[in-house]
């Protein structure tokens, strides 16, 4: 099986594959919808039925128990752009690998399940081409509206809707009860290979801010115009980005993470004061009470700009990722079998925003990581070993097993099992 795990890596890691040796697959391009295509494929191959969602997120099912809920496992197949090849990718395929090694078990008779068995690729969770990321996951749990999702253009204007006709991307299922969800991922990080670790159980996340800002100056000749007249937008666009990153000079270290990481100018001519800034202001702390003492702090440096380079600065959009635990007891049920297949493991915080943090606010969540080379991703150089990948894949298929057979207690009786009605 595991051999089989890394041809089929090798095969899903040619798809829009770059020269530097990563991969660039954003949401709905041609090369996000060929490596799905493919993906399809291998899920029909492999015994699963095939259903895809209003919003573009794919599914493979195998139902063994008639009219259960659904464990279902998975991450997401876009990318940014120029990236790596794990990040995302590795997950889907390792939830399918699982599922497909879990329902042999069962069909073995090696195996008493309670649930069903799903396999998932959220769409557009990266957020790079069409904002805000981890889309289909947030359609799917009920906190976006499904015609604000399709709705949502690209900075071309395209928009998601339009995106996902042009791959055929878009379905009409939305059948699905969710027992719980399942999710491996690199941990884009350095903690697990700082500390000799394999396996990380994701025990908590950290709370993000994404703020959408606009800066409003007025168009006026580079030249001509009088210094002391000048309302130049990208003057105060550029005090803002120094003013993001020194913001966390007033905290202690690693407590807070700044940066700015979108800007459109308009006119953007060599000759002309930018009237117009768009950017995107990304901060996150574990402590929601940091972020908004940052934040704060940053409210105030907004209107001292706004004097300094005689501009206006609004915020427009403010999008929010909730901090907070996974699972206590899944956490255990990882560790147990992290320990009983003889991978060192730890706990880890999750910096980066996943589906399994949409997730965990609606169904019992697991959530595991396994190891980033020198913590690089969002870059073509994103590592992580075979070996890793494939310890991953072996403790994912063992915690499904025990989540399908209804040890996770949590998950034996869903409060209100999730329905994916978009609502
Ligand atoms: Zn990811």
């Given at each position: 099986?595991?051999?089989?795990?890394?041809?089929?890596?090798?095969?899903?890691?040619?798809?829009?594959?770059?020269?530097?040796?990563?991969?660039?697959?954003?949401?709905?391009?041609?090369?996000?919808?060929?490596?799905?295509?493919?993906?399809?494929?291998?899920?029909?191959?492999?015994?699963?039925?095939?259903?895809?969602?209003?919003?573009?997120?794919?599914?493979?099912?195998?139902?063994?128990?008639?009219?259960?809920?659904?464990?279902?496992?998975?991450?997401?197949?876009?990318?940014?752009?120029?990236?790596?090849?794990?990040?995302?990718?590795?997950?889907?395929?390792?939830?399918?690998?699982?599922?497909?090694?879990?329902?042999?078990?069962?069909?073995?008779?090696?195996?008493?399940?309670?649930?069903?068995?799903?396999?998932?690729?959220?769409?557009?969770?990266?957020?790079?081409?069409?904002?805000?990321?981890?889309?289909?996951?947030?359609?799917?749990?009920?906190?976006?509206?499904?015609?604000?999702?399709?709705?949502?253009?690209?900075?071309?204007?395209?928009?998601?809707?339009?995106?996902?006709?042009?791959?055929d991307g878009r379905g009409t299922f939305d059948g699905l009860d969710v027992a719980a969800y399942l999710e491996v991922h690199v941990e884009q990080g350095r903690e697990l290979e700082d500390t000799g670790t394999t396996i990380g159980l994701v025990s908590t996340t950290w709370t993000a801010h994404k703020l959408e800002v606009v800066v409003t100056g007025e168009q006026s000749h580079t030249g001509a115009a009088r210094m002391a007249d000048r309302k130049d937008a990208l003057h105060g666009a550029a005090e803002l980005i120094v003013a993001a990153r020194r913001l966390i000079d007033?905290?202690?270290?690693?407590?807070?993470?700044?940066?700015?990481?979108?800007?459109?100018?308009?006119?953007?001519?060599?000759?002309?004061?930018?009237?117009?800034?768009?950017?995107?202001?990304?901060?996150?702390?574990?402590?929601?009470?940091?972020?908004?003492?940052?934040?704060?702090?940053?409210?105030?440096?907004?209107?001292?700009?706004?004097?300094?380079?005689?501009?206006?600065?609004?915020?427009?959009?403010?999008?929010?990722?909730?901090?907070?635990?996974?699972?206590?007891?899944?956490?255990?049920?990882?560790?147990?079998?992290?320990?009983?297949?003889?991978?060192?493991?730890?706990?880890?915080?999750?910096?980066?925003?996943?589906?399994?943090?949409?997730?965990?606010?609606?169904?019992?969540?697991?959530?595991?990581?396994?190891?980033?080379?020198?913590?690089?991703?969002?870059?073509?150089?994103?590592?992580?070993?075979?070996?890793?990948?494939?310890?991953?894949?072996?403790?994912?298929?063992?915690?499904?097993?025990?989540?399908?057979?209804?040890?996770?207690?949590?998950?034996?009786?869903?409060?209100?099992?999730?329905?994916?009605?978009?609502?």
């Amino acid at each position: 099986m595991t051999s089989d795990f890394l041809a089929d890596f090798g095969q899903m890691s040619a798809f829009g594959a770059t020269p530097g040796g990563g991969v660039e697959r954003q949401a709905a391009s041609a090369a996000d919808g060929e490596n799905r295509a493919w993906f399809g494929s291998w899920l029909v191959d492999n015994g699963f039925t095939l259903r895809t969602d209003a919003v573009g997120n794919i599914f493979g099912l195998i139902e063994t128990v008639p009219g259960a809920p659904y464990v279902v496992v998975g991450s997401h197949l876009d990318s940014q752009p120029l990236a790596g090849r794990y990040d995302g990718a590795y997950g889907v395929l390792a939830g399918a690998h699982a599922a497909r090694a879990t329902a042999a078990a069962i069909a073995a008779g090696d195996a008493e399940p309670r649930f069903n068995l799903a396999v998932v690729d959220w769409f557009n969770e990266e957020g790079s081409r069409f904002k805000p990321s981890m889309m289909g996951s947030a359609v799917f749990t009920g906190m976006l509206p499904l015609d604000t999702a399709l709705a949502t253009t690209d900075p071309s204007g395209t928009t998601v809707a339009e995106a996902l006709d042009a791959i055929d991307g878009r379905g009409t299922f939305d059948g699905l009860d969710v027992a719980a969800y399942l999710e491996v991922h690199v941990e884009q990080g350095r903690e697990l290979e700082d500390t000799g670790t394999t396996i990380g159980l994701v025990s908590t996340t950290w709370t993000a801010h994404k703020l959408e800002v606009v800066v409003t100056g007025e168009q006026s000749h580079t030249g001509a115009a009088r210094m002391a007249d000048r309302k130049d937008a990208l003057h105060g666009a550029a005090e803002l980005i120094v003013a993001a990153r020194r913001l966390i000079d007033g905290f202690e270290p690693e407590q807070l993470h700044t940066a700015v990481s979108e800007m459109y100018l308009d006119p953007n001519s060599p000759v002309a004061i930018a009237r117009e800034v768009r950017m995107l202001v990304d901060i996150r702390s574990p402590e929601r009470a940091t972020l908004e003492t940052a934040v704060e702090r940053l409210r105030e440096r907004m209107s001292e700009i706004e004097q300094l380079a005689k501009v206006d600065i609004e915020i427009v959009k403010v999008v929010e990722w909730s901090s907070g635990p996974f699972l206590e007891e899944g956490i255990l049920l990882a560790a147990a079998e992290a320990e009983r297949l003889g991978y060192t493991h730890r706990r880890s915080a999750t910096v980066a925003g996943h589906d399994a943090t949409n997730m965990k606010e609606r169904v019992p969540t697991v959530m595991l990581f396994v190891p980033s080379v020198d913590g690089i991703s969002h870059n073509e150089r994103e590592f992580t070993s075979d070996a890793d990948m494939l310890a991953g894949v072996e403790v994912l298929t063992a915690v499904l097993g025990r989540v399908v057979a209804g040890d996770l207690s949590a998950a034996e009786a869903p409060a209100a099992p999730l329905s994916s009605d978009a609502s």
